[in-house]
């Protein structure tokens, strides 16, 4: 019972490095998302993908770049990191009710540490 | 406005206190309702949903308020375990994501 599955764990990055973060969900979900969670600023949403195909924008989306790659993964990149993104990455999953007004809650996988130096 | 508002604490408590939780948030159209748990450096955990009824689930009880959008969450008989942030969650426009609020902080001492 994986859930949610990211890599890597921890990721140290010079600045102007790129990188991907992968993400895998086994649980059939429509839906996947990506958050970071600074101290003091809780979890902000940087893209989500409400089904495959398709993403769209969060609250947080500049410096990053998404692919649906499949219903099951959903990769984040950063193409020229900088150290304002030093944080913690989280990936999630959910399914829907049928009208899509009701969201299940969400499964996390067990995050990314990035250190921008 | 914020989307979900919560009291960051933290919440001090002994070992078999009781202990509330409340958030507010912005959408009057939500109709999703979380409690999240998230320890430290781990990921958040659904903790229970939130039902227009209220809802238990064991010493945790969740209580919505869609009139006031106020969300409540009652510990009882805290354990030395339930230390940890508490998120207060709602869901956003249809088929968008969910809103996380910063969180609670609770510690249960002996």
């Known amino acids: ?117 | 406005r914020k989307e979900v508002e919560q009291d960051p604490g933290p919440f001090n408590v002994p070992e078999g206190a009781t202990v509330a939780f409340n958030c507010t948030y912005s959408n009057s159209a939500s109709q999703s309702f979380f409690w999240y748990r998230q320890d430290c450096r781990k990921e958040p955990k659904l903790l229970m949903s939130v039902y227009s009824s209220g809802n238990e689930d064991g010493r945790f009880t969740a209580q919505l308020n869609r009139a006031s959008q106020y969300i409540s969450l009652l510990i009882r008989d805290s354990k030395l375990s339930d230390s940890a942030t508490y998120l207060c969650v709602v869901n956003g426009q249809a088929g968008t994501a969910l809103i996380f609020g910063k969180g609670t902080t609770l510690s249960v001492s002996s």
């Open chain 1, 1 to 117: 019972n994986a859930g949610v599955t990211q890599t890597p764990k921890f990721q140290v990055l010079k600045t102007g490095q790129s990188m991907t973060l992968q993400c895998a969900q086994d649980m059939n979900h429509n839906s996947m998302y990506w958050y970071r969670q600074d101290p003091g600023m809780g979890l902000r949403l940087i893209y989500y993908s409400a089904s495959e195909g398709t993403t769209d924008k969060g609250e947080v989306p500049n410096g990053y770049n998404v692919s649906r790659l499949n219903k099951r993964e959903f990769s984040l990149r950063l193409e020229s990191a900088a150290p304002s993104q030093t944080s913690v990455y989280f990936c999630a999953s959910s399914g829907w009710g049928t009208d899509r007004l009701e969201i299940y809650g969400y499964t996390f996988g067990s995050g990314t540490r990035l250190t921008v130096v």
